[in-house]
């Protein structure tokens, strides 16, 4: 059998992984720390409705659409440069009954964070009684203490550190590897 590695994003680097069984799906994780790298999901049911993102960058909203899209991840997603627009567009979908599968908040960003926006769209949720949408929190700041217990309020969240550097194939695999992780999920939840 040959030896797989996979991009780890707990441990910054290709890892060697584990295969394991959960919940009926097959998992890959990593040897060292145990993150869920990869999950095989129901072809049929890979693909999100929707996905929406919020980052100030343009450069970040394109490449994260662009990457959603070809990949298949997503059938469409909705961007927005701030907080603000993506919880408007957040309740907006939720009130016309239109689906959200996940979504992809920067954490600083103008006008309104990602923190502030997740704790909006939280409320949003209870008000509207809907099931919580996974949030993947995407930012260049490192995820410390403070932050860990923030992802747990939010729950289903995880967090990807988009790195700093320009490397734009890097930044396609972390969206790939966290958005089919996350998808996985909230089916398993469902």
Do not use: H, W
């Not at 992809?104 to 960003?109: G, N, P, R």
Request: aromatic share 6%; glycine share 4%.
């Amino acid at each position: 059998m040959a030896d797989v590695t996979k991009y780890c994003l707990c441990c910054g680097e290709k890892v060697p992984v584990n295969t394991i069984t959960r919940d009926g799906k097959l998992e890959q994780t990593c040897v060292y720390c145990g993150f869920v790298l990869d999950v095989a999901m129901d072809e049929e049911k890979t693909m999100a409705e929707c996905v929406l993102t919020a980052d100030d960058a343009e450069l970040t909203r394109d490449l994260l659409k662009g990457t959603l899209l070809k990949q298949q991840l997503a059938r469409s997603v909705v961007t927005a440069v701030n907080g603000q627009e993506c919880v408007a567009s957040f309740t907006k979908r939720l009130t016309e009954n239109l689906p959200v599968d996940l979504v992809i908040l920067d954490l600083e960003m103008p006008v309104m964070d990602g923190i502030t926006a997740a704790r909006v769209m939280r409320a949003v949720e209870g008000k509207y009684r809907t099931s919580k949408v996974p949030i993947l929190f995407f930012s260049a700041r490192k995820c410390d203490e403070a932050l860990k217990q923030q992802l747990s309020l939010f729950s289903p969240a995880s967090y990807v550190n988009k790195g700093s550097d320009s490397d734009s194939a890097k930044l396609v695999e972390r969206i790939d590897q966290l958005v089919g992780y996350l998808l996985s999920k909230r089916e398993a939840a469902s």
